[in-house]
């Protein structure tokens, strides 16, 4: 990995969220809170009145972009994220982020994720070894 | 009902958890993944970071959700996560000994945050594998103020 510094981006990662994806990672993470697939319970509790993606897909996709960023698993130190917005599904999303420190071999990494409709779904920082 | 503060520092019982290469592919493809590793059948298999979400989110809740003192209810949204790792990447045969705890139980505005902490060691080792930190969004259930509440 070379010519890391402050301000280098990542490559973005774009994905959709729609009906498979959802039961997708549902059945992957184990949580199948209906609030991801199920539009009659949906309709009922989700602040959008529909189906939303779960929180921990959005930041599965960050964490794809910094890992792919990063060379690798063994090379992720940390990932934080804040699940600042739903993610409605039948909408894609793209995450990225931007380098915002380099020291002692590690990167610090604003993270990202914005809804197709513009509206910034997820917050985040992560930090890699170099 | 507010959720019940003297909880605060509670140590729940720990757990297993053995990371299986079938899992570790059916989560790399659940994330469109492409790093050929997620999905060997070789000894370079190696799970994304992100792959803790399985062991950490569902079941280190599930010892609260089922604690009666602790005064969780349905309404709720996941706010934030936090992944600290330790010295290398999972692998298919890993066993893990998983033990949560509750960090924090703080308020805002008429919503409640839970912090929940699940430590996860290598079971031969010792050694950390990988430290969550999951804030749950209790929905509408803060105390009410004294002066509401009279």
Same mark, same amino acid.
């Given at each position: 990995?070379?010519a ?33 697939y ?25 964490s ?40 002692d ?26 | 009902?507010a ?8 140590? +729940?019982?720990? +757990? ?15 994330? =469109? ?8 059948? =070789? ?20 010892a ?13 949204v996941? =706010?934030?996560?936090r992944?600290?790792? =330790? ?31 699940v ?14 930190? !999951? ?12 002066e !509401?509440?009279?």
């Open positions: 990995m070379s890391i510094e402050v301000g280098t981006q990542l490559e973005p990662v774009t994905q959709p969220s729609n009906l498979t994806a959802s039961v997708m990672y549902a059945g992957a993470s184990g949580d199948f809170n209906s609030l991801h199920d539009q009659d319970f949906a309709g009922q509790v989700s602040p959008t009145g529909g189906i939303i993606a779960h929180g921990m897909y959005s930041m599965g996709l960050a794809r972009a910094l890992t792919a960023f990063a060379g690798g698993p063994e090379n992720v130190l940390e990932v934080a994220v804040r699940f600042t917005r739903p993610w409605p599904l039948g909408t894609s999303s793209t995450f990225g982020g931007e380098v915002t420190e380099v020291e071999g590690v990167a610090t990494v604003k993270l990202w994720g914005d809804n197709e409709d513009g509206t910034r779904i997820l917050r985040g920082t992560g930090r890699i070894k170099l | 009902m959720l019940n503060q003297d909880k605060v520092g509670e140590t +729940y019982p720990s +757990y297993t958890y053995e990371v299986t290469r079938a899992k570790i592919h059916e989560y790399a493809v659940a994330l =469109g993944e492409s790093d050929p590793r997620y999905l060997s059948d =070789g000894d370079d298999c190696v799970a994304p970071p992100t792959f803790a979400a399985c062991f950490t989110v569902i079941p280190g809740g599930a609260l959700f089922a604690d009666p003192d602790l005064g969780t209810h349905p309404a709720l996941h =706010g934030s996560q992944y600290v790792y =330790g010295d290398r990447a999972l692998r298919p045969g890993d066993h893990l000994d998983c033990t949560p705890r509750i960090a924090d139980i703080s308020i805002r505005g008429s919503n409640e945050m839970l912090t929940v902490e430590e996860c060691r290598f079971q031969d080792t010792g050694e950390l594998a990988v430290t969550s930190e !999951g804030v749950i969004v209790f929905l509408g259930s803060a105390p009410q103020t004294e !509401g509440a009279a």
